[in-house]
């Protein structure tokens, strides 16, 4: 962990046991999320992107400790959350908040909306006065009037639902909050106000966020850092320009030449070959190298260590040894 980190994550891995009947049987474990790190520090935003389903929400509940860790650990604020229970892990959970992709789905259809932002205060003992005047100031801060307070989530369109979901997470004034693809319901003129409201809190709140997207041009606008994941690894980090300017995976460039750009023809970027392996019987070595056009014999029998590029710019690939034994 470094001396900066709010949030630092290590060897971080999660087994779900695959039950009878569901691709071929018991006892059998879907890998979501393996040796997975990163550090997150005050004030800045890391993105965490890839293909859907490649682990990158579980690993944001894995460190809300909304889903328990089968190996690693997590270190927030100083201290070993991991194998927190009880009181203490309630306790920390003040400080760090998620939003969620469907904020329909995250708010309860049968509350108003000053009984949405008024629970997490209700449930850690805020005085009735204190919790009023928060929730209107709250309501101010995320530019909804307060005549919002007595209506109904179905009331509200996508972008007002989702202000109500950031004015929740909001609420216990954490210093990290888990953002779950938080725009990517919404249409894009509404996705950017979003954008620009999260960017605006983090400045005035010195919020870090950990943010999960599987869209490169929303990462590139809101985030300081990248790590992009691939069937439940890891396999580049570094800062946003690092990243974007001279890509080191294969994986990560294949990402980014799917960005659609006004100047693009259809068809001038070829798609990544074959398909995504299982994550109940990954394949051994590089986890990429059935679909890497530069796959050497050594991908497909030796995982790659993660090598380092640049300052604090690491890709986990045999490209980048430094030996040059990959060409």
């Not at 690693?72 to 959970?93: M, W």
């Not at 995976?249 to 398909?275: K, Q």
Request: charged share 20%; hydrophobic share 40%; proline share 8%.
């Amino acid at each position: 962990m470094t001396e900066a980190a709010l949030l630092s994550v290590r060897g971080l891995g999660k087994l779900f046991p695959v039950k009878a009947g569901s691709f071929g049987g018991s006892g059998r474990l879907l890998r979501a999320a393996h040796d997975v790190g990163f550090d997150l520090a005050h004030g800045r935003t890391l993105g965490l992107v890839g293909e859907s389903g490649c682990g990158k929400s579980t690993v944001g509940r894995l460190v809300m400790r909304l889903i328990d860790p089968t190996s690693g650990r997590i270190a927030f604020e100083g201290e070993d959350i991991t194998h927190l229970r009880g009181a203490r892990l309630r306790h920390i959970r003040k400080r760090m908040q998620i939003i969620f992709q469907d904020p329909l789905g995250s708010l309860n259809p049968r509350m108003t909306v000053e009984q949405i932002v008024s629970e997490p205060l209700l449930v850690h003992g805020v005085p009735p006065r204190e919790r009023r005047q928060r929730v209107r100031d709250l309501l101010r801060e995320v530019e909804l009037p307060l005549d919002s307070l007595r209506c109904f989530p179905h009331e509200f369109s996508g972008g007002q639902r989702q202000r109500i979901a950031i004015t929740r997470a909001l609420a216990l004034r954490p210093s990290l909050i888990v953002a779950d693809e938080p725009v990517s319901a919404l249409d894009a003129s509404i996705q950017s106000q979003i954008l620009a409201l999260l960017g605006r809190l983090q400045d005035e709140h010195g919020l870090a966020y950990l943010f999960i997207s599987h869209d490169l041009a929303v990462v590139r606008f809101l985030c300081h850092d990248i790590a992009v994941m691939y069937l439940g690894q890891v396999v580049e980090r570094g800062s946003v320009e690092q990243v974007f300017a001279a890509p080191m995976h294969p994986y990560t460039r294949a990402l980014l030449a799917a960005i659609p750009r006004p100047e693009a023809r259809a068809g001038r970027v070829a798609p990544l070959g074959g398909s995504v392996p299982s994550a109940i019987e990954p394949p051994p070595g590089c986890s990429f190298a059935p679909r890497c056009p530069h796959a050497m014999d050594r991908c497909r029998c030796e995982s790659p260590p993660e090598f380092m590029v640049g300052d604090g710019h690491g890709a986990s690939c045999w490209l980048n040894e430094p030996s040059g034994a990959a060409d």
